[in-house]
Each structure stands twice: as structure tokens, then as C-alpha cells.
């Protein structure tokens, strides 16, 4: 026979479910899904808007948390708190995971069902994105160009630009390793931060410094961590590369852009590039 025990249980008047809450409930006014709930706003019939929307806007949350945790690991490295530093990136390491597995939903749609909605993006795409441009930004992949296009929001553009100016993640890592007396370059750490970030063969050796000593040592998890990262990032470009091509094809993009040919040539930026180059000379 089924027992219900739990079930009436739950139902009883005196249950912490079953009284009226006095608004709305504890966990929406933390959460304030209610808000969440209210931002998907289709403008065509297609059955698949909702799946666009739903997974764009998820994709934004997580940059945002990747963003947050970015920042707490440049502070961290700023006042030399290397744990604090590690345990940020290691979190967001976990947060770029599933941010890659965000394509799955939209790289299941086949070219027809994109363009049942499409017509509603009118010229919006993904890659105007305020808070992935952010993310770009402490990664080190700056552009002037890019910057500009966010002066019509002033309070975005004023974010951006603070983004712009400062060091990004990998300089404030750097800058860390040379006041630790690692051989990283003083021209490094006085680099212009705004200029796109060159591969330096003292920085390689820095990290071949790192390498080939204790494998136990704290350093050795931070080079692992940043290549988590550098590899995480890599292969969320490849999955919008990948469902782009899935669904478009070579059309042209929504912003105007060449659309897949952009992409695969943003794809192919190296990020913290001597955590590569220093594995071939181990």
C-alpha cells in the first residue's frame, strides 16, 4: 500500500508549507525569481524563442559570476593573498564549465527553427554582449573598437572602460610572480594594459621556473588553474563557432558582421599564451 505519511505530513495545517506567506515568499525575495521569471518576452510564435532566450539570458548570469569571480582574484593577487586568489579561479573554472554547456540547447536548433525567430533579434547578437565584453576585457583580449560601441549606454560604457584601463587578470598574476622573484620581466609588468597581450620568452621562463620545481608547490596550481581557464574560454568560443556553423552556416551575422569567419578569427586568440609555450620546452 502507498504510504502518504510524508505526503499528509506536508499538508498539515501547522506545516511550514502549508501557512500563507505575509508577500512574496523568503527564498523569492533572495532570489527574486519573480524578476527572472518576468524577462523572457517572445515577439514571434516560434516555439524555440523561449529556448533563446532562456539559455542567452542563463549565459549572461554566468558571465556575470565569472566576471565577479575575476575581480576577487585580481584583488587577491593585488594584496598577494595567493589562496584567496586560487580559490577564485577554481570557482570560476566550475562556472566556465557550465557556461560551455550552455550551447547544448541552441546547438540543437536546426537552420529552419532559427529563422522562425530570428527576424525578432533584428540587429542584436551575442557578441554586443555588455558583460562577455567585460569578461574579454580581464582576460586580456582588449580593443579600443570593441569599447566604443558601448558609449550609448554611459553607465556600461563607464564600467567597460575601467575594464579597459586596468591590468587584466594575467597582468595582475604577473605582476604577483615578479615581486615573488620570479624572472618575469619588469617591461612586462610596466606594459601599456591596454595593448593586446604578447607572448614574452621571460615570462616562459618564469613559468618553466615554476614547472620544474615542486609539483606540490602552490605556483604549480595556479599555472594549472589559469590553464583551466585559458582552456575553458577557448572552448566556449568553439562552441559558438560550432553552433553557429550548425545554424547558419556562412550567412552573414545578425550585427552585420561576416558571422562564422569573425568568430573562428576571435576563436583563434591565444589567451595566457606562455602556459602553452612553456609546455613545450619542459
Known amino acids: 500500500m502507498h504510504d502518504d505519511t510524508a505526503t499528509r505530513a506536508d ?19 533572495y532570489v527574486h525569481a519573480h524578476v527572472l521569471n518576468t524577462l523572457q518576452n517572445p515577439l514571434t510564435k516560434s516555439a524555440d524563442e523561449m529556448c533563446f532566450l532562456v539559455t542567452t539570458q542563463v549565459m549572461e548570469l554566468w558571465f556575470t559570476l565569472i566576471v565577479h569571480e575575476w575581480r576577487t582574484a585580481q584583488e587577491a593577487f593585488a594584496m598577494d593573498d595567493l589562496t584567496a586568489a586560487l580559490g577564485a579561479l577554481r570557482r570560476s573554472s566550475r562556472a566556465m564549465e557550465t557556461l560551455c554547456a550552455s550551447w547544448r ?27 562577455y565584453r567585460h569578461l574579454e576585457f580581464l582576460i586580456g583580449l582588449k580593443s579600443e573598437a570593441l569599447l566604443r560601441a558601448h558609449r550609448g549606454k554611459p553607465s556600461v560604457h563607464e564600467s567597460l572602460c575601467r575594464a579597459y584601463l586596468q591590468p587584466s587578470l594575467y597582468d595582475e598574476v604577473l605582476r604577483y610572480l615578479h615581486r615573488h622573484g620570479l624572472p618575469v620581466p ?19 621562463e618564469a613559468w618553466r621556473h615554476i614547472y620544474t620545481g615542486p609539483q606540490h608547490h602552490p605556483l604549480v596550481a595556479l599555472g594549472e588553474s589559469l590553464t583551466d581557464i585559458a582552456e575553458g574560454f577557448t572552448r566556449w568560443r568553439t562552441a559558438h563557432v560550432m553552433a553557429v556553423r550548425r545554424i547558419l552556416g556562412t550567412k552573414a551575422g545578425s550585427a552585420g558582421s561576416s558571422g562564422l569567419a569573425w568568430l573562428e578569427t576571435r576563436a583563434r586568440e591565444p589567451v595566457f599564451p606562455e602556459l602553452w609555450e612553456v609546455r613545450g620546452v619542459l
Open 186 to 204: 619588469r617591461a612586462v609588468c610596466e606594459r601599456d594594459v591596454t595593448a593586446p597581450y604578447a607572448a614574452h620568452p621571460g615570462v616562459v
Open 105 to 131: 540547447p541552441l546547438s540543437a536548433l536546426t537552420p529552419a527553427q532559427f529563422e522562425g525567430f530570428r527576424s525578432a533579434l533584428g540587429k542584436a547578437s551575442g557578441v554586443q554582449s555588455a558583460m
Open 11 to 29: 499538508l498539515a495545517p501547522d506545516a511550514p508549507l502549508a501557512r500563507p506567506f505575509p508577500g512574496a515568499s523568503p527564498y523569492d525575495e
